[in-house]
């Protein structure tokens, strides 16, 4: 494929993740770092000059240079809400980090423009195209376990992070556990049912700014089928991403990721491993690829699984519920994708 077939992606934010996103731009034959837009100028021209384009004087010149042909927004939350607008009113694709904003109307405000526009959106769910969690959600949409009766993730970090980010993050449940609640409506469809429980049991952080470092979530489906999402700030052992999913025919598991492949034994202990890998970006380098792989697709009008705008709305209205749950001590009903009380 020649640079002339390629699509020229604008990315927004040099940070860490969007450094990984223009890592994945051009190691894909199919797609082009153009422009890099980020406050921090030296972060910005840092990343254009190891993955290729040139710096925009702001994201709104990115967006309406006529240089690019996709948007992949990796700025913080609150610039999300803006930037998507922007696209569409520029005919631009875009594929933005989650979660869409950390206030639902906004995100509502939106919404009617989205749907009303054909311009590709979508939204970065990326453990979806981890190729073990894709796999086993094949496997369950093809029926080898029977019916899903119950879907169980664990997410565990291996340490918290740094106190001033807690306070813009939106809690434990908006800004973490909302990969895991878009996993259970991938495996599960409508999510009609949140129960939910947290705790400040090592985090300073999460106890200045009233957030929890651990939480169990439960979840019931419109089938009826159910999911429990187990979260926590630390873990000793690394980075913690196991789901199993149980149906009457048989389960199918993901374990970890191990960060070596080597075990050592002796009159101390046998078969002793190393960690498991300690960063989510090494544990989902592959899904980030496939993730961008994927939006291809969508911008160039194929048949795509691209998580869109609905579904990112999905995810946060059940972290409001959860985080409702969890403050308040109720169960939360949702009556088609809205809180009800």
């Known amino acids: 494929m020649g640079p002339s077939d390629q699509l020229r992606f604008g990315l927004i934010g040099a940070g860490r993740i969007g450094q990984v996103h223009a890592a994945t731009i051009a190691a894909n034959p199919e797609t082009a770092l153009t ?11 840092s990343l254009a000059a190891r993955f290729g384009g040139r710096v925009a004087d702001s994201p709104q010149h990115l967006i309406t240079s006529g240089e690019v042909d996709a948007v992949l927004v990796a ?17 631009v694709a875009v594929l933005c980090e989650k979660p869409i904003d950390l206030d639902i109307a906004r ?48 997410s565990r970090d ?22 895991d609640f878009d996993m259970a409506r991938f495996f599960l469809g409508e999510i009609v049912e949140v129960s939910a429980v947290g705790a400040q049991l090592f985090d300073p952080g999460a106890r200045e700014h009233g957030d929890f470092d651990s939480v169990v979530v439960t979840l019931r ?22 789901l199993e999913a149980f149906g009457a025919a048989g389960l199918l598991q993901v374990a970890n990721a191990p960060s070596s492949l080597v075990s050592v034994s002796t009159a101390s202990g046998v078969e002793t491993k190393r960690p498991y890998l ?31 705008f609905d579904d990112g709305r999905a995810a946060l209205v059940i972290a409001d519920a959860a985080q409702r749950s969890a403050e308040e001590g109720v169960v939360v009903h949702l009556e088609g994708g809205w809180s009800s009380r």
């Not at 700025?75 to 005919?91: N, Q, V």
């Not at 001033?164 to 990969?179: K, N, P, Q």
């Open 75 to 91: 700025s913080p939350t609150p610039t999300h809400i803006d930037l998507i607008e922007a696209c569409l009113d520029a005919g």
């Open 221 to 242: 489906a419109a089938t009826g089928g159910m999911a429990t999402i187990v979260n926590s700030r630390h873990s000793v052992i690394g980075y913690d991403q196991r």
């Open 278 to 308: 300690d960063f989510f970006l090494e544990r989902y380098a592959d899904a980030y690829a496939l993730e961008l792989a994927e939006f291809v697709k969508l911008v160039r009008g194929e048949a795509s699984n691209s998580p869109g």
């Open 107 to 154: 995100v509502d405000q939106l919404l009617p423009k989205v749907r009303e526009s054909s311009v590709p959106v979508a939204l970065g769910f990326n453990q979806r195209f981890d190729p073990a969690f894709a796999d086993v959600h094949r496997r369950v949409e093809s029926g080898e376990i029977g019916d899903l009766e119950l879907l169980s993730i664990v």
């Open 35 to 45: 422009l890099v837009a980020d406050p921090f100028l030296a972060g910005a021209e």
């Open 158 to 179: 291996p340490g918290p992070p740094p106190a001033e980010y807690l306070a813009v993050s939106g809690g434990i449940f908006r800004d973490m556990a909302i990969h």
